[in-house]
């Protein structure tokens, strides 16, 4: 179960989104060099939930992308699927009755076919892979509740949500909003080496409950863009009426890709160093709501087995995006009504009554370059020796609206997914 992950190109992600009985395991455990100490990872023995998950949580990914492009037709989207999907399943074991079936089946669980024990088994054991210490690709995925100081969590489910699910619990005092506010944004640039300040604004009166998850990624391409070959101003359509000039990187390059011609569009992979990997899907020209309403893990699989490698004349967008979503609404009309209700059962938390979730935002941001960050850029490689490329090669040049997904391989989790409709716009 041990991995490692190595790469020259680096990327940086960060999700913020604010929601709100084990078997036998196994130990894998790794010198961890930075903080000088054995890092161990319990991974629960594997069973059928474990094989069903990835499929489940990307059907779960598109169906919330759905959701979002409906509600935002002309934005840019980026999202963190599998962080979500964790921070709602952390939120169902705490819960009960109509409320934690209504939050399962919104993440397309059924509790008929998945046991609730192997559900939250399957969630540590990708929690605890994803984690993993790793040389040079950072991946960190955490939650943290913030409760009202006066209720009482249950001493069962502190203990039980920190094993399956690394998360931490912290009564805090609602009632001064400025105070609670700061320790929570506090805490997140804490946990995100400070990259992001001052996450929470404007907190309202009356807060139970808030639940922080962030997940940090930081990645190198397998195949980094040379700096000397970026083109500062390029033309990006955003729409029949509407171009902006965006810095346009170029390599020529072997990639897997395939020419989807059911869906109308092009797909792409771009490699990280061993375990992780970047979906550019460019529909064509009026065909991007098809494309949109088509994904699903079938999709994925199908894309899975027809990519090719082969010589590339490659053109990507040098970009940065960023969006935030207050995901209570959006959750509520896919089914998630109970948790926000006053009637919210949260027995499994504590025993006292009125416990509801208060909020649910969002925020993913992202930035691709040559390099990766924008603190620095690959170094410039020159090779004497040219690959012998035949005459006619696939040029592709992303340079309209396109989906993008990133996804860990161990896991076929999909870390991030989203559509970049104006690459200028952050």
Not at 207 to 228: E, G, T
Not at 281 to 295: N, R, Y
Request: hydrophobic residues 40%.
């Amino acid at each position: 179960m041990c991995y490692h992950l190595h790469s020259r190109m680096s990327v940086f992600l960060y999700l913020f989104l604010l929601v709100f009985g084990l078997q036998d395991t196994i130990n894998c455990a790794q010198y961890n060099s930075s903080e000088g100490k054995v890092t161990t990872c319990h991974l629960p023995q594997q069973n059928a939930t474990l094989y069903k998950m990835p499929f489940i949580n990307a059907d779960f990914a598109f169906s919330l992308y759905r959701r979002f492009s409906v509600e935002n037709p002309d934005w840019n989207i980026f999202f963190s699927p599998v962080s979500i999907s964790a921070a709602l399943a952390m939120l169902s074991f705490g819960s009960g009755s109509s409320t934690q079936t209504q939050i399962l089946e919104v993440l397309g669980f059924n509790l008929t076919d998945t046991p609730v024990t192997e559900l939250h088994q399957g969630f540590q054991h990708l929690i605890c892979l994803l984690n993993f210490p790793k040389n040079e690709l950072e991946l960190q995925m955490g939650n943290a509740v913030f409760i009202g100081q006066h209720l009482k969590p249950l001493a069962k489910f502190l203990d039980d949500v920190k094993t399956l699910y690394e998360t931490e619990v912290f009564p805090t005092d609602f009632s001064n909003v400025s105070a609670a506010q700061q320790e929570i944004n506090s805490y997140v640039a804490k946990q995100t080496k400070g990259k992001i300040i001052g996450l929470i604004q404007d907190l309202r009166l009356n807060i139970i409950m808030i639940l922080v998850n962030y997940i940090h990624f930081k990645a190198q391409w397998a195949n980094p863009f040379r700096v000397s070959k970026t083109e500062d101003r390029s033309n990006f359509s955003v729409d029949k009426t509407t171009t902006v000039q965006v810095p346009m990187m170029h390599q020529l390059e072997q990639y897997y890709h395939f020419v989807d011609v059911e869906l109308n569009c092009t797909v792409l992979q771009m490699d990280y160093s061993e375990n992780a990997l970047a979906l550019f899907v460019l529909p064509k020209e009026g065909h991007l709501e098809w494309v949109e309403a088509s994904m699903s893990s079938k999709t994925l699989k199908k894309w899975n087995h027809l990519l090719q490698k082969g010589w590339v004349e490659l053109f990507v967008p040098k970009f940065s995006i960023s969006a935030t979503y207050d995901l209570g609404s959006t959750l509520q009309k896919m089914g998630m009504r109970h948790a926000f209700a006053e009637s919210a059962d949260f027995s499994g938390i504590t025993e006292d009554k009125g416990v509801r979730l208060s909020y649910a935002f969002h925020k993913a941001v992202l930035h691709i370059g040559e390099g990766g960050t924008k603190e620095g850029a690959a170094p410039e490689v020159v090779s004497l020796d040219l690959p012998e490329v035949a005459p006619l090669h696939p040029i592709i040049r992303i340079d309209r609206p396109f989906l993008l997904m990133i996804l860990e391989k161990r896991t076929r989790s999909i870390l991030f997914l989203g559509k970049v409709v104006n690459p200028s716009k952050e």
